[in-house]
């Protein structure tokens, strides 16, 4: 059925434009020949294919653009009184005689047109004469169509300031050409939305009811019409007599009111759309109060925050390109009644959804932060009532919403560049909670990356407090999520970001930075398991920062818990650090306490820094070094050589220092050569080399002993096993140790010691049971090498070195 529509209307189409060209046929031969009667006749047949009822709008435009383009060619025989020897005013008066009205209307435009350019009456009688006669055609589409030809006609004839047609005898003036245009846009729009109710009593009585293609297609063209009465809208805003005043005090209202009046819900829309677009920004900002006004009367279907939210934009765009004009809007309070008009839309619009309530405040914000960036506290009303929309929604699953809301929480960021700002208003962390956790961490991320890209100072506990807050959904799990749920790759970025974040926090004075430590200490602590080993790391060194802060001062601050005493917060990371190891982050934490001992041992507080060592030990005995060695075989070695490290770099006292490395020497690990190096390497423990150092070379030489009887026994181990000894490379390596001690002048280390060492792992590289390997036979030759060098320096080295045979 509506396919043979389609064809019908084509067929329509096809005999309607066949008639105006065989029509405009005749007319051009009576133009030609100058028959003005002729001319006239068949110029009104042509017109009649205009009063067809069959052809939808969008097929009616074709037709009438045919038409039109003959008509431009009629008026130019009218102006020529030479061809045809009728004045324009009898013409005027001939054209009436016409027999069918729209034919005739189509002819007394045209003969008006050239009627107001030969001035022989005055244009507003002529305006005003054929506005009212277009009354006679009230079908819709002919109707404005028409009324389209009238004002296309006669727009370069309007009265207007400084033109031609407004200093004419009778005092025509540019109000006349506003009334026209204002009476010709309201007649307009009626036939406009009368279209709407003609289209929908047709569709019915067609019994296609419902959303089907046919009233989609009516309803589009219907849409494509609405630039014809946009067009009165741009003529009335070309005309330079419309100033700030008439704009404001006749044209507005007027226009205004038919918006109102016509209660349709597509012509509402474009034509409040229409106004904000055609006028100028200077007029809707002395005007705003009027043209607010009309927003809450307007249908409830209407999109007003589209209109809103373009009005607020153009005005945004306005105060960006012209700063002169910032005074006038404070003179107009323009924040204050474009907020009033969005919160009366909403409340009329009960059924309005939340991200049209949330777009409108994006374009106040907008508006806001271009017009006002000094005024955060509107920034903040801004927030608050976004806040209250939010709380009717318990809670918010719209996504469309919740990007809005992002935008909204970004905007500020993108203007100040400076979350410090952000952190002043105090409705910006309840906006946030009303956002589902994946969102509340995207945002928490926007948060953090601004701060690190501004190199933002964070340097308040308050603040601290504020952002902390802020960025809860990246240092804890929120209701009804886990981090076992989480992307490990966006997991570690996250957190790697926090820890980041929270080396950036400091402040010179060491009271406020104790606090600061206090407050992010507070949150990291319920991060849980896997988020502990990323936070409390940087937290540590940050306390370690205050203490080497205090000892510059020399002197205790009074912070708001404890004491800000170097001891009291050794005791304070002694606690944060304990739960790495329970989470368990072992090695981590052993890390850790060693770098407290060594803070604790330059704040010259041994007995701490003993502590520190010595959880550290426990933490290596109860957790690393029970580690199976099939899981981990490295863990314990590089634990006990960063235990190594510490102790030799910052020496206790004796008795403190050689109860641990005794304990140390009888560590206990899985694999003999592993056992091996363990124990060479705490002979370093006993001879520290420098003039203060500790030097116990019967100890150095127990700890030789023992490492070379562990070689022996992972040889005969190995030959047990395998039925070969494996490589000497242990041999060479205690070897070196043997040198480094007797070079460094320990008195229990001997040349014949060292002789027989060399004599003994030739012996055993010459055995048939030994690995050949490479490595270890250049490892050898290269420690002879250095032995015959030593002995070739002379003086007191090469005589020490000199009893040695290689």
């Keep these: 059925?509506?396919?043979?529509?389609?064809?019908?209307?084509?067929?329509?189409?096809?005999?309607?434009?066949?008639?105006?060209?065989?029509?405009?046929?005749?007319?051009?031969?009576?133009?030609?020949?100058?028959?003005?009667?002729?001319?006239?006749?068949?110029?009104?047949?042509?017109?009649?294919?205009?009063?067809?009822?069959?052809?939808?709008?969008?097929?009616?435009?074709?037709?009438?653009?045919?038409?039109?383009?003959?008509?431009?060619?009629?008026?130019?025989?009218?102006?020529?009184?030479?061809?045809?020897?009728?004045?324009?005013?009898?013409?005027?008066?001939?054209?009436?005689?016409?027999?069918?009205?729209?034919?005739?209307?189509?002819?007394?435009?045209?003969?008006?047109?050239?009627?107001?350019?030969?001035?022989?009456?005055?244009?507003?009688?002529?305006?005003?004469?054929?506005?009212?006669?277009?009354?006679?055609?009230?079908?819709?589409?002919?109707?404005?169509?028409?009324?389209?030809?009238?004002?296309?006609?006669?727009?370069?004839?309007?009265?207007?300031?400084?033109?031609?047609?407004?200093?004419d005898r009778e005092g025509s003036t540019v109000m006349d050409a506003i009334e026209f245009v204002l009476q010709n846009f309201v007649e307009m729009n009626k036939l406009w939305v009368r279209?709407?109710?003609?289209?929908?009593?047709?569709?019915?009585?067609?019994?296609?009811?419902?959303?089907?293609?046919?009233?989609?297609?009516?309803?589009?063209?219907?849409?494509?019409?609405?630039?014809?009465?946009?067009?009165?809208?741009?003529?009335?805003?070309?005309?330079?007599?419309?100033?700030?005043?008439?704009?404001?005090?006749?044209?507005?209202?007027?226009?205004?009111?038919?918006?109102?009046?016509?209660?349709?819900?597509?012509?509402?829309?474009?034509?409040?759309?229409?106004?904000?677009?055609?006028?100028?920004?200077?007029?809707?900002?002395?005007?705003l109060e009027t043209l607010l006004a009309a927003c809450p009367h307007l249908q409830p279907t209407v999109d007003v925050k589209t209109v809103l939210s373009q009005l607020m934009d153009r005005f945004s765009n306005y105060a960006a390109t012209c700063h002169d004009v910032l005074p006038e809007f404070l003179q107009v309070e323009a924040f204050a009644k474009l907020s009033s008009a969005i919160g009366k839309v909403i409340?009329?619009?009960?059924?309005?959804?939340?991200?049209?309530?949330?777009?409108?405040?994006?374009?106040?914000?907008?508006?806001?932060?271009?017009?006002?960036?000094?005024?955060?506290?509107?920034?903040?009303?801004?927030?608050?009532?976004?806040?209250?929309?939010?709380?009717?929604?318990?809670?918010?699953?719209?996504?469309?919403?919740?990007?809005?809301?992002v935008v909204l929480l970004s905007a500020p960021l993108e203007k100040y560049n400076d979350i410090v700002t952000a952190l002043t208003l105090s409705n910006y962390p309840r906006v946030m909670d009303h956002l589902d956790n994946e969102t509340n961490k995207v945002m928490a991320m926007v948060i953090i990356q601004t701060i690190m890209k501004n190199s933002s100072c964070i340097?308040?506990?308050?603040?601290?407090?504020?952002?902390?807050?802020?960025?809860?959904?990246?240092?804890?799990?929120?209701?009804?999520?886990?981090?076992?749920e989480l992307d490990e790759e966006d997991f570690k970025e996250e957190q790697n970001s926090v820890a980041r974040l929270i080396n950036m926090l400091y402040n010179e004075n060491p009271e406020e930075l104790l606090q600061i430590i206090y407050t992010v200490r507070k949150h990291i602590m319920n991060g849980g398991p896997t988020r502990l080993p990323f936070t409390v790391p940087p937290l540590v060194f940050s306390a370690l920062t205050l203490i080497r802060c205090l000892q510059a001062h020399d002197g205790d601050v009074v912070g708001e818990e404890v004491p800000?005493?170097?001891?009291?917060?050794?005791?304070?990371?002694?606690?944060?650090?304990e739960a790495l190891s329970v989470?368990?982050?072992?090695?981590?934490?052993?890390?850790?306490?060693?770098?407290?001992?060594?803070?604790?041992?330059?704040?010259?507080?041994?007995?701490?820094?003993?502590?520190?060592?010595?959880?550290?030990?426990?933490?290596?005995?109860?957790?690393?070094?029970?580690?199976?060695?099939?899981?981990?075989?490295?863990l314990q070695l590089n634990s006990e050589s960063t235990i190594h490290g510490e102790w030799f770099l910052?020496?206790?006292?004796?008795?403190?220092?050689?109860?641990?490395?005794?304990?140390?020497?009888?560590?206990?690990?899985?694999?003999?050569?592993?056992?091996?190096?363990?124990?060479?390497?705490?002979?370093?423990?006993?001879?520290?080399?420098?003039?203060?150092?500790?030097?116990?070379?019967?100890?150095?030489?127990?700890?030789l002993k023992r490492a070379l009887r562990i070689a022996n026994a992972a040889q005969q181990m190995a030959n047990a096993a395998r039925g070969s000894s494996g490589p000497v490379t242990l041999f060479v390596e205690i070897l070196n140790k043997y040198l480094y001690f007797f070079e460094k002048g320990n008195p229990q280390i001997t040349s014949n010691m060292i002789q027989d060492l060399v004599e003994l792992i030739t012996e055993e590289m010459q055995s048939d049971s030994v690995t050949a390997d490479p490595a270890s036979y250049a490892f050898f030759a290269s420690t002879l090498r250095y032995i015959r060098f030593q002995k070739q320096k002379g003086g007191s080295i090469g005589e020490k070195f000199e009893p040695i045979t290689v």
């Design 459 to 484: 340097s308040t506990a308050d603040k601290v407090e504020v952002l902390f807050e802020l960025i809860k959904g990246l240092i804890k799990d929120l209701d009804g999520t886990t981090a076992d």
């Design 564 to 577: 800000a005493t170097p001891k009291a917060i050794f005791q304070l990371l002694n606690q944060t650090i």
């Design 1 to 167: 059925m509506l396919l043979d529509g389609i064809e019908d209307e084509e067929k329509w189409l096809a005999e309607g434009i066949a008639s105006v060209q065989q029509n405009a046929l005749f007319m051009h031969r009576a133009l030609d020949a100058n028959n003005l009667r002729d001319a006239l006749k068949y110029s009104a047949q042509m017109l009649s294919e205009l009063r067809t009822s069959k052809l939808s709008p969008h097929k009616y435009y074709e037709l009438y653009m045919r038409a039109f383009d003959e008509l431009r060619k009629l008026e130019m025989f009218f102006k020529d009184e030479s061809r045809h020897g009728v004045s324009v005013v009898d013409l005027y008066e001939l054209v009436h005689h016409a027999g069918n009205i729209l034919p005739r209307l189509y002819l007394l435009c045209t003969v008006g047109s050239v009627y107001m350019k030969t001035k022989e009456a005055p244009p507003k009688d002529v305006l005003k004469d054929l506005v009212e006669m277009c009354r006679g055609v009230q079908h819709p589409v002919r109707g404005l169509f028409l009324r389209s030809y009238l004002v296309q006609v006669s727009r370069d004839k309007l009265p207007d300031i400084g033109a031609d047609y407004e200093r």
């Design 347 to 405: 409340e009329a619009q009960v059924d309005m959804p939340v991200v049209g309530a949330i777009t409108l405040y994006v374009s106040l914000l907008t508006f806001t932060l271009r017009v006002h960036p000094d005024r955060l506290d509107y920034v903040d009303q801004i927030l608050g009532a976004c806040v209250k929309k939010l709380a009717e929604k318990p809670r918010l699953e719209d996504k469309r919403a919740t990007k809005q809301i």
């Design 195 to 287: 279209l709407h109710h003609q289209l929908r009593t047709s569709i019915g009585l067609s019994g296609l009811q419902g959303p089907g293609q046919d009233r989609d297609k009516r309803g589009k063209e219907r849409s494509e019409l609405r630039d014809l009465v946009g067009k009165n809208l741009h003529i009335l805003s070309q005309l330079d007599g419309v100033d700030l005043e008439v704009y404001r005090e006749n044209v507005l209202p007027r226009v205004l009111e038919q918006v109102v009046n016509c209660k349709d819900e597509l012509a509402q829309y474009y034509l409040m759309d229409c106004i904000i677009q055609v006028f100028p920004d200077e007029y809707h900002l002395q005007s």
């Design 650 to 703: 910052n020496p206790l006292s004796a008795e403190d220092f050689f109860f641990l490395g005794n304990q140390d020497s009888k560590a206990q690990l899985l694999k003999k050569p592993d056992q091996c190096r363990a124990v060479f390497a705490c002979s370093h423990l006993f001879w520290v080399d420098d003039q203060d150092g500790d030097k116990d070379g019967e100890r150095v030489l127990l700890c």
């Design 583 to 634: 989470v368990p982050s072992p090695e981590l934490a052993l890390k850790l306490f060693l770098q407290c001992a060594e803070a604790a041992n330059d704040c010259e507080l041994e007995p701490i820094a003993y502590e520190f060592f010595t959880q550290a030990y426990v933490l290596y005995e109860e957790e690393i070094a029970v580690i199976n060695y099939s899981l981990d075989r490295s």
